[in-house]
């Protein structure tokens, strides 16, 4: 019954925060297919016309890393900061600090699976791939939103106590952006410097949403089970860190 309760009120949320942002406009909702469509067009242009990146159906390589990856990091980034800007409404209400973190990961999901069906789902269906892989899409997702929900309730639980951890935040997912290989295949990765990109977890969450999408569901399995893998320790990271944290918390929103 209280999980039950639980995904009402995140439901709730969520409608009550997309209602608002596109009431009486149309513009909102354009952004959110433009930003992605503006960036995979600029790296587009760059890395496949400038620099010669040779790989085929580049279009479809890319956009299978670049979704997912703005949503992961946006995500990330919108997420860490909103127990201190809902700081009010959690000492207000009587809210599980939980509804308002997944509300936001949810909302953003909402916008990926819009700019999924707007932007790549038109050159998946052009570039001839067969259709039936795509029914491992909402599998590949799991690890996705599993692994970035469990991140966002670390870094927003650091973040109540330590104000800095935003702000050095955005310099890490820069730095991640580069590490991580969403324009570029892992093959191009010298082999004494794959094991950096070894080290980033974000690799291991985009790489079956990739897989089913780019590489026709091979090695997806792999991939399942690495970005599971993943998930499940940011998982147990999250929930070590709520619970460290959890009775300090209010004391310092």
């Not at 433009?34 to 159906?57: A, C, E, H, Y």
């Not at 308002?100 to 707007?118: G, H, T």
């Not at 899409?137 to 104000?163: K, S």
């Not at 792999?222 to 944290?245: D, N, Q």
């Amino acid at each position: 019954m209280e999980l039950k309760f639980f995904w009402a009120q995140v439901r709730d949320l969520t409608l009550a925060s997309l209602k608002s942002r596109y009431r009486k406009t149309f513009a909102g909702f354009i952004w959110v297919v433009l930003n992605p469509l503006m960036m995979f067009g600029v790296q587009s242009l760059v890395f496949k016309t400038f620099m010669r990146i040779q790989v085929p159906d580049y279009h479809l390589f890319l956009l299978g890393g670049l979704l997912p990856w703005i949503f992961f990091s946006s995500t990330v980034q919108m997420g860490t900061p909103v127990f201190v800007t809902q700081s009010q409404l959690l000492r207000s209400f009587k809210i599980n600090p939980m509804v308002i973190l997944s509300s936001q990961v949810l909302d953003n999901f909402i916008n990926f699976a819009a700019s999924f069906l707007l932007i790549l789902l038109p050159f998946y269906i052009s570039s001839g791939k067969d259709m039936t892989n795509l029914l491992l899409l909402p599998v590949a997702l799991i690890p996705l939103l599993a692994g970035t929900l469990a991140l966002c309730i670390t870094l927003g639980t650091i973040n109540v106590f330590f104000r800095d951890t935003n702000f050095v935040l955005g310099f890490v997912l820069n730095l991640l952006f580069y590490m991580t290989p969403v324009f570029y295949p892992k093959d191009f990765i010298p082999p004494n410097w794959i094991w950096i990109v070894h080290l980033n977890p974000a690799i291991y969450l985009l790489e079956p949403f990739r897989s089913v999408i780019y590489f026709d569901g091979a090695n997806f399995g792999i991939a399942l089970l690495k970005g599971t893998g993943i998930a499940i320790g940011l998982s147990l990271i999250a929930v070590m860190t709520w619970k460290r944290k959890r009775n300090a918390f209010y004391h310092k929103l």
